[in-house]
Nanobody, 122 residues
């Protein structure tokens, strides 16, 4: 069983930055690809970014390319999402998740955190 705990959310003005963190409980963290998803009010959860087990490959949703960066530190069992140039439409609950492989669909991810709220004011 893998437990994931997100942190780093909060309230930020448009154009600002936040860095989300997701800490994993498992020593097998380095064997998982990791992803970030988000769910805005009244909308379905959507893919944001994913990273391979060793960090060599990443993939982003078109809407965040060039502004968001996913990274990981396997020594700390943690994955990060650096979010720059934030927009009000980025307001959502952000979730991290663990998968056996790089993927951009929810059904590929077996383990999920409870999410952290990001609110971007205009």
């Amino acid at each position: 069983q893998v437990q994931l705990v997100e942190s780093g959310g909060g309230l930020v003005q448009a154009g600002g930055s936040l860095r989300l963190s997701c800490a994993a409980s498992t020593r097998a963290f380095s064997s998982y690809a990791m992803g970030w998803f988000r769910q805005a009010p009244g909308k379905e959860r959507e893919f944001v970014a994913t990273i391979t087990w060793n960090g060599d490959d990443t993939y982003y949703a078109d809407s965040v390319k060039g502004r968001f960066t996913i990274s990981r530190d396997n020594a700390k069992n943690t994955v990060y999402l650096q979010m720059n140039s934030l927009k009000p439409e980025n307001t959502a609950v952000y979730y991290c998740a663990a998968s056996a492989r790089l993927a951009d669909t929810e059904n590929e991810y077996a383990y999920w955190g409870h999410g952290t709220q990001v609110t971007v004011s205009s």
